[in-house]
């Protein structure tokens, strides 16, 4: 399921909302819609920031990612081989 908020401002407004928003986000009380996000911090996230541009505008973009479900220690043995002679 997809959450999102659409905001529009100026540059001031911009930073306001990002400095509000990111401590939120790693304090665990950021809502989109309603819905609580949290970080996890029993697994890695993925994470990217993505510049685009084209003839009609350009675009930022941070992208924060994760499972849900966490690999067992016989999965994670099993993504080590080594051979030893």
């Known amino acids: 399921m997809k959450y999102q908020e659409d905001f529009f401002g100026t540059k001031t407004e911009l930073a306001d909302f990002v400095k509000k928003v990111v401590p939120e986000l790693f304090a ?16 890695q996230v993925d994470y990217k920031i993505k510049y ?22 016989e999965e994670e043995e099993e993504g080590i081989e080594l051979d030893v002679e």
């Open 52 to 73: 685009s541009e084209d003839e009609e505008g350009a675009a930022v973009t941070l992208k924060i990612s994760w499972d849900f479900e966490t690999a067992t220690e």
């Open 28 to 43: 665990g009380k950021l809502t989109v819609e309603g819905k609580n996000v949290v970080i996890p911090s029993d697994r």
